[in-house]
């Protein structure tokens, strides 16, 4: 199974330019399942909740899901990909799974980071595997990955890949944590983060790239370069996610005491 | 606050000769805290039952506590230290805290690595964070690190700093992780971890040294070469793990959202 992450600037606002520099990426490489970032198709630095309503879109209806679908059927792969949903009067920091027969799932950001509890709506789904065929996918999006119950949550139901579009700011951090929710979990983890910056309402964002690829020793299999656009793509088995012993002794899932565990 | 480890090379079997080292090394610097590694009085690699029960003590009479005891007296600094507990007809890894004032505590590893699960029994102790007057520690050894679960619940339950004994093996794994258990946690974090090898019952380990202390934030404030014997001391403001915001608008621990989380 080939995956890869799609590392590139959105421009703000501009959704018909970014799908389209999106696509064009995903086009030039083969993969069975793609990542884009966090808000590929909008941009992050939302000013009012009204610039982000009328940004967001309704799924599977709005022009971005709908442009991934038809890439999605195209080149019979995968795609998880971060946009602004819109559901009625709700608006949410979202990602869309859209596979060659049609939408698969979505997911809903339950940890909104900074500016964004002011815009968006919390995530209001459960944290669900995805069938893509007989390999479970989880997705998570950007700060979730801070808290280690995320990831944790979706590997214990079955997640074998951890996809995560990101918008990272802090220099390393996601990446690094995102390593130990591989190895901790015995699981694969492709972060895929934007580029450049946005200077927006008085505020001024880096995003730091270095997207990446972790096998489930929590090995670093790909890692892109912190400010250029690019694809990554690598082979993996994700049946290597089921095996959860890290010594012949040791299983990291039967190993668990949850009788210990807890606020 | 002064907190340090204690890195060295246990002889394994030699109780009297580990215990003098440890100490003799702990007198060469001032600290308020010292952690040291796991089993650090007795060495790792037993290769029976039997050789386990005839080295391990109880708490606290036994030799190594009755010696930290001295030592915390003398030089008022608290100790946490790995260490062999008898206790009837059972046998834990376990760890003693012990204050100037006398025993604080003891902790029981509740994951076990490897042959540890062999010859030893799992930990049935409560996580439970200890107060050395106003500061409160959590203590979590070696294997402990890979599960989130351990660190997170010491620090929900309010452990300002984590004392983490460690005999590591996999090179920079542990380290990694207890960043980023740092980082997810806000709190300090202390690895005291041996260096050297052992090479008995037809297995050979090497320890990998880097022992480190780690700030809320994830950045190593101090590490370890791979195989010196060192101390290494760092101030802390303890404080500083009470606050758990990374911005303005979030608190790592208000912005858990439980009714997603489980297996």
Known sequence: MRVGYVQFEPRFGEVKRNIGRAIEMMGSERADLWVLPELFSTGYLFVSREELMGLAEPVPEGPTTQALLDFS???NATVVAGLA???????YN??????PA??????????????EKLWFD???LPLEPMDLGG???GVMICFDHFFPETARTLALRGAQIL???ANLVLPGMGQLSMRVRAMENRVFAVTANRIGGEARGGEELRFTGESQIVAPEGAVLLRASP??????VVEIDPEKALDKRVTRYNDLFADRRPEFYGA
């Open 122 to 124: 919390p995530g209001d």
């Open 73 to 75: 059927r195209k080149a």
């Open 227 to 232: 400010e250029g656009e690019e694809v990554g």
């Open 163 to 165: 996809c995560h579009p």
């Open 94 to 99: 979202a990602a869309v799974i859209v596979g």
């Open 85 to 91: 949903e819109r559901a009625g009067d709700k608006v």
């Open 135 to 137: 390999v479970k996918i």
């Open 102 to 115: 049609g939408l698969i799932g979505r997911y809903r950001k339950i940890h909104l980071f900074g500016k």
